[in-house]
């Protein structure tokens, strides 16, 4: 049943500009950041990049993400093949930090590994990152210090080839999928390390037993319960975070968010999904549109059509659409355990939604019930107009 949306769900999932935008504390520092808001391209060879703490508000309660130059995910990077470009990461918290390039070929010491040739980026201090771009296509960025990577230090890179490319398309989007806890990354290992299972909320009960027995009999029943003993595994443990902790994150933005990237009709898409979770592994689809996949972590791939793909963890895919004549077309990518989803609407105009599409969230075969999940199931979503993520955007819901 659609909910209607209260207070508490409008203001849920304010994205980092919004959330400080609203507060009056969007302070844009001298860098090239000035005027973009999350995840918004930042293009050519030069470049200023800070590491630094930013107040957001995803699930309602306030927080304190790591970002780079203050938004989450941070900006996306736009290259050239054949480049040479130059960043500057300037580390403005008060533990140290680093920024790796994840699929870019490099010399070893601007990997950004702390460890690896480079010492990391000291508190207060800056690192030069120089190379040489000798490749075309989707990647992304990421601490590589500590658990930073998983509060927030994250984004898009997308290099544009020299030649021509292969493949005719008149938009361009990237879709970066995250996973946010309001826990710290810290805490959530501790609990993890003293109980692998517990953030399970699917353990199976005395009447999954029975039922199993009502339908494979006894001895099968048995059999497979000893198995799984014998691996001290659950069947049910197919993520070791659900939605029940996790909000999951398309470009930012939380289902409530509809994050909105625009098509006329008639145009090919181009997508390029990105998965910078900590731990989520997500199937995409987009309900009534066929995806054909080009590329695979940034390489050209024989392209393949299908209805849904599954993207792991720091995996990167290129695909395209051809949207057909519906206004609007829902973006769907739900956790491998079913608990949850990341969504948002691929639409002629900001503000449309395309209200069945994201009724079909699948259930798997264990993990079926409904988690007791913040986000709720795909079905009970408004269409909601997107928040404006513009720097200068009012605050929401006055
Ligand atoms: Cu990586």
């Not at 509809?258 to 098509?263: D, G, V």
């Not at 659409?321 to 608990?339: C, H, I, K, N, W």
């Not at 691929?346 to 264990?366: K, M, S, T, V």
Request: hydrophobic content about 35%; overall charge neutral.
């Amino acid at each position: 049943m659609p909910h209607s949306p209260s207070r508490r769900t409008f203001v849920k999932g304010l994205g980092a500009a919004t959330a400080v935008a609203g507060l009056g504390l969007w302070r844009p520092l001298a860098s090239a950041a000035e005027g973009h808001r999350p995840g918004q391209p930042l293009q050519g060879q030069d470049f200023e990049l800070y590491v630094g703490q930013t107040p957001v508000n995803i699930t309602s309660r306030p927080r304190t993400a790591l970002t780079v130059n203050g938004s989450l995910p941070g900006p996306q990077l736009r290259w050239r093949e054949g480049d040479s470009v130059t960043l500057r990461v300037r580390n403005r918290l008060t533990e140290p930090t680093s920024i790796h390039w994840h699929g870019i070929i490099l010399p070893a010491n601007m990997d950004g590994v702390p460890g690896l040739s480079f010492a990391g980026i000291e508190p207060g201090g800056d690192y030069l990152y120089h190379f040489t771009l000798r490749q075309s296509g989707t990647y992304w960025y990421h601490s590589h210090s500590g658990l930073q990577e998983q509060a927030g230090v994250y984004g898009a890179i997308v290099i544009e080839p020299r030649e021509a490319e292969p493949h005719a398309y008149q938009r361009d989007h990237v879709l970066l999928f995250s996973d946010w806890s309001d826990q710290a990354p810290e805490a959530l290992l501790a609990t993890l390390k003293k109980q692998s299972d517990a953030f399970n909320y699917h353990k199976l009960t005395v009447g999954d037993f029975i039922e199993d027995v009502a339908r494979d009999g006894w001895r099968k029943t048995v059999d497979e319960r000893l198995m799984w003993a014998d691996m001290r595994m659950s069947p049910t443990d197919l993520a070791d975070i659900s939605a029940a902790t996790y909000s999951y994150l398309l470009n930012g933005q939380p289902p409530e968010g509809n994050f909105t990237c625009l098509f006329r009709p008639g145009e090919t898409v181009r997508l390029r999904l990105i998965n910078a979770s900590a731990m989520t592994y997500f199937d995409f689809r987009i309900p009534g549109l066929k995806l054909t996949v080009i590329a695979a972590d940034g390489l050209p791939v024989v392209p393949v059509t299908v209805d849904e793909l599954r993207i792991a963890v720091a995996e990167t895919f290129d695909i395209l659409v051809e949207p057909g004549d519906a206004p609007a077309y829902t973006l769907f990518a739900q956790s491998m355990d079913r608990t949850g989803f990341a969504r948002g609407t691929l639409a002629h105009a900001p503000g449309q939604c395309d209200p069945a599409g994201a009724a079909g969230q699948r259930r798997g075969a264990r993990a079926a019930k409904p988690a007791p999940a913040h986000h709720g199931v795909a079905g009970n979503h408004r269409c909601r107009p997107p928040r404006s993520l513009s720097p200068s955007a009012g605050p929401p819901g006055a």
